[in-house]
């Protein structure tokens, strides 16, 4: 009999699917070929000796795509709904790096936000948070250590299932513990046993926040280098340059080098950050340089 549940965990090519019900089994792929995410709604059927064959994988609203150690796209997580991209006074901000968040949620149609986390080392927020707030991204400003801001981030991830990315040491397993408290200490069950018998954390994991909302979380997910297959889509992954597309001198204006550039009048006129703009600039050469290299 199939069974439908969704994806919690996962670790290599086991998977850890909730029934409805929520009731947890141990499952995997029925072929190599089908390769079940956390966040994927399957179908499964229970085997002989109470671990499950997942025998379907349900369409995906959204895909999480980062780019593996090969330089080839991976799918990391399905159905996600909203990226937060976590900065910190320390380490630095690489506002790139946000940026490169940002455009990934945009052109995945996910909602994005950004969290300056450890406000309790600073007295005043950077300047270019401005940017965001311009642009329309919610802002929010966190401090695991003052427990400061923490209910206002929960709130703002209510109804989503969202996930913090963001450079290393900026506060994301800090600000997992002090969103997901008493139920990250539970989640024992939900790792698996690796070759030694050790159990292990490496893996994809689903977490229900007490307020509502869920947290997806690995080592692989915190701190992904988004899949953009095109330098061409970048333009729209800037929600502030979207006004201007279309009002170039050419109908394909790639916003660089061209004479005649709505977007980079914008950008002399202050109406788009010039940080955001330096941002596309080095994801176009970026991206560009993959997409040159997956040709080779
Ligand atoms: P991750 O690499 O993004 O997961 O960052 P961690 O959560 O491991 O935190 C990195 C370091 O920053 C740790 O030493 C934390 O104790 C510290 N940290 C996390 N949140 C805060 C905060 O709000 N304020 C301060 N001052 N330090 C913090
Ligand atoms: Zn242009």
């Not at 919690?8 to 090519?13: E, G, I, K, L, M």
């Not at 089908?34 to 002989?48: F, I, K, R, T, Y």
């Not at 997806?216 to 953009?228: E, H, K, L, M, Q």
Request: aromatic share 6%; with cysteine.
């Amino acid at each position: 009999m199939h069974e439908h549940g969704l994806v919690v965990a996962r670790h290599r090519r086991h998977v850890t699917v909730e029934s409805p019900g929520g009731k947890r089994v141990l499952c995997v792929a029925a072929k190599r070929r089908l390769l079940p995410v956390v966040g994927d709604e399957v179908e499964w059927s229970l085997a002989g000796d109470g671990t499950g064959t997942i025998t379907g994988i349900g369409p995906r609203r959204s895909t999480l795509t980062r780019i593996d150690s090969r330089g080839r796209p991976e799918l990391i997580a399905a159905n996600l709904t909203q990226l937060v991209a976590v900065a910190a006074p320390s380490p630095a901000p690489d506002w790139i790096v946000i940026d490169h968040y940002l455009v990934a949620a945009e052109l995945g149609s996910l909602a994005g936000a950004v969290v300056l986390n450890k406000s309790d080392l600073i007295d005043e927020p950077p300047a270019h948070l401005d940017c965001y707030r311009r642009a329309g991204y919610a802002v929010h400003s966190t401090s695991t250590r003052a427990r400061g801001g923490i209910a206002e981030l929960g709130a703002a991830l209510e109804a989503q299932r969202s996930a913090l990315v963001g450079q290393s040491g900026v506060g994301k397993s800090s600000l997992l513990n002090a969103l997901v408290g008493d139920a990250l200490q539970s989640t024992g069950e939900l790792t698996v046993k690796g070759a030694q018998g050790r159990h292990t954390t490496t893996g994809t994991i689903l977490y229900r926040l007490p307020g509502g909302g869920e947290l997806v979380d690995s080592p692989g997910v915190r701190n992904f280098a988004p899949y953009i297959e095109d330098p061409k889509e970048l333009q729209r992954g800037f929600r502030e340059f979207v006004e201007y597309l279309g009002r170039c001198r050419f109908d394909d204006c790639r916003h660089l080098a061209e004479p005649q550039c709505a977007v980079k009048r914008a950008v002399e006129e202050g109406a788009i950050c010039r940080r955001r703009y330096a941002s596309y600039e080095r994801l176009y050469a970026l991206v560009a340089s993959f997409k040159a290299r997956a040709w080779t």
